[in-house]
């Protein structure tokens, strides 16, 4: 393939993949923070960390699935199956993030502030690479991920 026309492709793939990064960056950056927010509120007034994650995630996520699917992703395919697709995704990522709040902060003695707050941008980048190439994808033919 010709100098210029490699540049090209890289340069059209960089915007494709770009844009639904700063857009679910947006998106997940609104949701966390406020997310976050009432985690450290619930904790402190008593609620164990594992309870509220858990309760925070599935309310952050159907949040996040309007959200990423219009405007993140620009997905118009069948609404049900995506569902699904995002709610296997988001099974997935909440017991990545389960396992880290048992195992750093049960196991390992870390303060849960700062493993759930890691968390935060572990699951997203996981659940970013799930959403573009399992969840929300163009044209499934052509995806590459």
């Known amino acids: 393939m010709e100098k210029s026309a490699l540049n090209s492709l890289s340069t059209k793939r960089g915007r494709r993949i770009s844009s639904p990064?700063?857009?679910?960056?947006f998106?997940?950056?609104?949701?966390?923070?406020?997310?976050?927010?009432?985690?450290?509120?619930?904790t402190w007034l008593g609620v164990s960390p594992k309870?509220?994650?858990?309760?925070?995630?599935?309310?952050?996520?159907?949040?996040?699935?309007f959200g990423n699917r219009r405007w993140t992703f620009a997905h118009n395919g069948e609404i049900w199956?995506?569902?699904?697709?995002?709610?296997?995704?988001?099974?997935i990522g909440y017991g990545l993030?389960?396992?880290?709040?048992?195992?750093?902060?049960?196991?390992?003695?870390?303060?849960?502030?700062?493993?759930?707050a890691a968390a935060v941008f572990i699951v997203a980048g996981f659940l970013f690479?799930?959403?573009?190439?399992?969840v929300f994808?163009?044209?499934r033919a052509a995806q590459t991920c």
């Open 81 to 91: 199956h995506s569902w699904m697709r995002y709610w296997i995704t988001h099974m």
């Open 51 to 65: 309870v509220s994650m858990s309760f925070l995630y599935c309310f952050g996520a159907v949040l996040g699935f």
């Open 27 to 42: 998106v997940g950056m609104f949701i966390n923070i406020c997310g976050y927010a009432i985690y450290l509120l619930v």
């Open 21 to 25: 990064l700063i857009r679910y960056a």
């Open 129 to 134: 690479l799930m959403f573009n190439c399992f």
């Open 97 to 116: 993030n389960f396992f880290m709040l048992y195992f750093f902060v049960d196991r390992m003695g870390y303060s849960h502030q700062m493993v759930q």
């Open 137 to 139: 994808p163009k044209d």
